[in-house]
């Protein structure tokens, strides 16, 4: 039975293979950063390269991503290299059906046996809100917004509960409509730069937060 490259490599394993393998390793003193994500995360160097020049950050979003399949990259492009800090941003896909139907509870799970993997390695982690939405233009039949309020919620009440920081990007991005507001987005879904404009900030200030605890 022959299969699909998709079905082959379900998780894309392959996409960073060679820039893992090539990555040295972290300078002693070097605070190496690994943005775990899906396209708001990958998109993030083409829409604002400036953010990660110059920096000890590492994007390893890949587009249309759920957290199980970031689950299971989780050694290969988060563990294996190293880094004090890892920020995670996930569960949008999820919610959009991307790779089956997905139950809160379902996302919540990936999400934090990600984080319990970090922490069992002494990687401080910084989880993030999933962004506004009230339609996604790839599956228009689904509903996202209260979903994306609820999974917040819970992420936000774990991350307390467990000491680790939370970005909430949810809050400075939505519309009255529960959506991403259309200054920040060309599709409803995707930061445009302006977006990223918004988000960098609160990132860079957990990031240093964070780097200060170390």
């Known amino acids: ?24 390793p972290p300078e002693p003193d070097e ?8 396209s708001i995360t ?8 400036i953010f990660f020049q110059n920096k000890s950050y590492i994007n390893r979003g890949i587009s249309g991503q759920t957290t199980p399949q970031m689950l299971l990259r989780f050694r290969s492009d988060v563990i294996a290299l190293n880094p ?11 919610i959009a ?15 934090f046996s990600m984080i319990e993997l970090a922490q069992v390695h002494h990687i401080k982690v910084i989880l993030c809100s999933v962004l506004p939405a009230n339609f996604f233009y790839w599956n228009p039949k689904e509903k996202p917004a209260d979903r994306i309020i609820e999974l917040n919620t819970i992420l936000k009440e774990y991350a307390l509960l467990k000491e680790i920081l939370f ?12 959506g991403l507001k259309t200054v920040f987005s060309e599709d409803r879904v995707h930061p ?3 977006g990223y404009q ?8 957990a990031i240093q937060l964070t780097i200060n605890n170390l």
Do not use: H
Not at 85 to 94: E, S
């Open 31 to 38: 605070n190496r950063v690994v943005f775990l994500g899906d």
């Open 198 to 205: 918004i988000m960098s900030p609160l990132i860079e200030k």
């Open 97 to 111: 059906g991307n790779t089956g139907p997905a139950t809160t509870e379902m996302i919540t799970n990936n999400l």
């Open 1 to 24: 039975m022959g299969g699909s490259i998709t079905m082959q490599d379900w998780t894309y394993l392959s996409k960073y293979q060679e820039e893992n393998t090539t990555l040295p």
């Open 84 to 94: 004090k800090i890892v920020v995670i941003l996930a569960g949008g896909n999820d």
């Open 167 to 178: 970005v909430d990007y949810y809050s400075a991005m939505v519309d009255d409509q529960k």
């Open 42 to 49: 990958e998109f993030w160097s083409k829409e604002q390269p």
């Open 192 to 194: 445009n730069t302006v």
